[in-house]
């Protein structure tokens, strides 16, 4: 029963924060890098950021200086800071990971921006 599971989205006004929460159920050590994507209705999912290990991260260029992914090791939990919402950063985020036992994806969090 690998799995993972988000929370923190919500409904924030543009230019407001939120952070994104993914706690991985197993051992840390099964599960490899660890990403952040999302999908807006009628579009395609895209990769938000990764990071592998706790400290190496690649983002996307429509969210680099906005968001920022990190890890907890001990918590087994992946983060997603995000800041300077924007009305295109709605959408339902979702959490993924490599793993020693597949390729396993969150439920999604929705998270709209919104005057």
């Known amino acids: 029963q690998v799995q993972l599971v988000e929370s923190g989205g919500g409904l924030v006004q543009p230019g407001g924060s939120l952070r994104l929460s993914c706690a991985a159920s197993?051992?840390?050590?099964?599960?490899?890098?660890m990403g952040w994507y999302r999908q807006a209705p009628g579009k395609q999912r895209e990769l938000v950021a990764v990071?592998?290990?706790?400290?190496?991260?690649t983002y996307a260029d429509s969210v680099k200086g906005r968001f920022t992914i990190s890890r907890d090791m001990i918590k087994n939990t992946v983060y997603l800071q995000m800041n300077s919402l924007k009305p295109e950063d709605t959408a339902v985020y979702y959490c993924?990971?490599?793993?020693?036992?597949?390729?396993?994806w969150g439920q999604g969090t929705q998270v709209t921006v919104s005057s």
């Open positions: 197993g051992s840390i050590f099964g599960f490899y890098a």
């Open positions: 993924n990971s490599n793993t020693a036992w597949g390729n396993v």
């Open positions: 990071i592998a290990g706790d400290v190496s991260a």
